[in-house]
């Protein structure tokens, strides 16, 4: 059986959108983080003379 071609049924679906989600959300939250660090360390350095 080919399970490329079968078809999912909903559980396995909502379970793969769960999934999405929760990548989406992590991403989301990684990217605020890594603003912040941004934010800090381009003030520090310019607090310290090097910008």
């Known amino acids: 059986m080919n399970y490329f071609l079968r078809l999912s049924n909903n559980r396995e679906r909502d379970g793969h959108l769960a999934r999405l989600l ?4 992590m991403h989301a939250l990684l990217q605020v983080l890594r603003d912040k ?3 800090r360390y381009y003030r520090r350095s310019k607090e310290l003379g090097f910008l």
């Open 37 to 39: 660090a941004r934010l």
């Open 22 to 25: 929760g990548v989406q959300k």
